[in-house]
Nanobody
């Protein structure tokens, strides 16, 4: 599986916005559960937003109402619009595909079962 390529990370001030992109290189005919993960300094990697092919979205509480996950299905580019950024959002951000049914269970936040990771894109929120 070709690793995804994330981009769009930057250094911003608290309250700012960023839009992350992910080129996923996936079969456009196959359903996946697409997930954005992040890993802060000294922390474990965790899923923060997921998107199923039927439009179902999942968010962890810490980003709900501030982040929006979306996808262009023509080329499988995944996006994460991040608004009202906080210092605690500082992390390396990764995208990944997992089995489509994981979007409907609690397992979507887990790193287990992810076959391919990209290099990630760094987001730093600081004044």
């Amino acid at each position: 599986q070709v690793p995804p390529v994330e981009s769009g990370g930057d250094s911003v001030q608290p309250g700012g916005s960023l839009r992350l992109s992910c080129a996923a290189f996936l079969d456009t005919e196959t359903r996946y559960c697409m997930v954005w993960f992040r890993q802060g300094p000294g922390e474990e990697r965790e899923g923060i937003a997921a998107l199923a092919r039927d439009g179902t979205t999942r968010y962890v509480d810490s980003v709900k109402g501030r982040f929006t996950i979306s996808q262009d299905y023509a080329d499988n580019t995944l996006y994460l619009q991040m608004n009202s950024l906080k210092p605690e959002d500082t992390a390396m951000y990764y995208c990944a595909a997992r089995a489509w049914y994981d979007c409907y269970s609690g397992s979507w936040t887990q790193t287990r079962g992810i076959l391919s990771w990209g290099q990630g894109t760094q987001v730093t929120v600081s004044s």
